[in-house]
């Protein structure tokens, strides 16, 4: 029905202005605005103003196909969030929205698929500190090579505080990632993990976790009262992975744009550039004020994050580990080692220690040469 006829059924009081609302699909109060514009000017009241005239909010034509050319030049194939993130850095002013939609009306972006149902998602944590994630991801960072990236994240706020390229995910890479926090925040509550290998022993494939039978990682982490949480499913660790997600999308394009091939030059992009930019964008802030970290107070954090072995020493005074034969110095406190139970540090760099209980007896290098005694291992 048109408007036309609505009006004169209402004038005659066969219908009311509710009823004759209804039939023309608006609401009641659309119509009496109606009613009014027809009654001031006639039909050509009735005309939407915002077709016929030009917005005063609409962007320059100049900006918009600015906007195209920046995008073509040098961002082609990012995502729209991606691209807006560097729009803004560079000086861009307009809204997410807008970039959007002026992408996609020239083609550039398309539009993406609607999203599934809704579900639920984990609360995070109030505090930070009180539960990270660590996870690994295995791509192709920069063309032709595939690394690890080993990320370190709060639970709370997403923050990253731990992100570096690897060739293998592994104890040495998750003990990088712990130290990191270690030192630069103090020791957090608990740590939610999938179950690979180096952080879990599962005595069936797919099955439970063993929580008896530690990991070298495990035994670390219970010596400095860390909780481990095993995930049992990549939904569980919906975080980490949507963060990965984000990463593999973002870094393989910026990664190029610089001409970074290494993983020396691009450990110190994510370090300088990267890893600050993505906290400044996707860092929430806490549900509580205040923190759950404790400050790190206790003496070398590389003797507890470190593979240790035990062993006896042999009638020669020597250890045996791995084909190489660690030989034991003299010193004042024993004229002799043989037959004793001691224990052999492997640090992240390959180098060797020999332990009696608490006291180190000596340094090795990677190939079991005997150096002289460390006070502490460097990072």
């Known amino acids: 029905m048109r408007f036309e006829e609505a009006y004169g059924v209402w004038t005659e009081r066969r219908l009311t202005q509710e009823e004759a609302a209804r039939m023309l699909g608006v609401c009641d109060r659309t119509f009496r605005r109606y009613i009014n514009r027809y009654e001031e000017r006639g039909l050509d009241g009735l005309l939407d103003k915002r077709l016929t005239q030009a917005s005063s909010r609409r962007a320059p034509v100049d900006e918009v196909m600015a906007l195209a050319r920046q995008y073509e030049g040098r961002y082609r194939g990012w995502n729209v969030r991606h691209f807006y993130s560097w729009y803004r850095r560079d000086g861009g002013q307009r809204s997410y929205t807008w970039v959007k939609n002026t992408l996609q009306s020239r083609g550039l972006v398309s539009k993406t698929a609607r999203r599934g149902a809704h579900r639920k998602r984990r609360d995070p944590s109030p505090l930070p500190g009180m539960m990270l994630h660590q996870d690994g991801s295995t791509h192709e960072w920069v063309p032709g090579k595939k690394w690890d990236l080993i990320v370190t994240m709060d639970d709370a706020t997403g923050e990253h505080y731990s992100m570096f390229f690897a060739q293998e995910e592994g104890t040495s890479s998750s003990f990088q990632g712990v130290r990191a926090v270690i030192l630069h925040k103090g020791l957090f509550s608990s740590l939610y993990t999938d179950r690979g290998s180096h952080y879990w022993y599962t ?8 929580k008896g039978h530690l990991t070298q990682f495990g035994r670390a982490m219970r010596q400095l009262g860390i909780e481990m949480i095993p995930a049992y499913s990549p939904e569980a660790r919906g975080r980490s992975e949507r963060a990965f997600g984000t990463h593999q999308g973002r870094l393989p394009k910026e990664l190029p744009l ?3 091939t290494t993983m020396e030059a ?9 890893c600050p930019a993505h906290n400044a964008e996707f860092m929430q802030p806490a549900y509580e004020a205040g923190s759950a970290f404790v400050p790190w ?10 593979e240790q072995h035990r062993r006896t020493v042999t009638g020669d005074n020597c250890v045996s580990f791995e084909g190489k034969m660690l030989q034991i110095p003299a010193d004042k406190y024993r004229c002799h080692y043989v037959r004793v139970k001691v224990r052999v540090h492997r640090y992240r760099d390959g180098s060797l220690a020999v332990f009696h209980g608490p006291r180190k007896l000596a340094d090795y290098n990677a190939q079991g040469k005997l150096e002289m005694s460390k006070k502490g291992k460097a990072a």
């Open 203 to 210: 005595p069936e494939t797919g099955g439970r976790v063993s």
């Open 266 to 274: 691009a450990n110190r992009y994510l370090s300088e550039v990267y």
């Open 297 to 306: 107070g206790g003496s070398n954090l590389d003797d507890i994050l470190c």
């Open 258 to 260: 610089y001409g970074i």
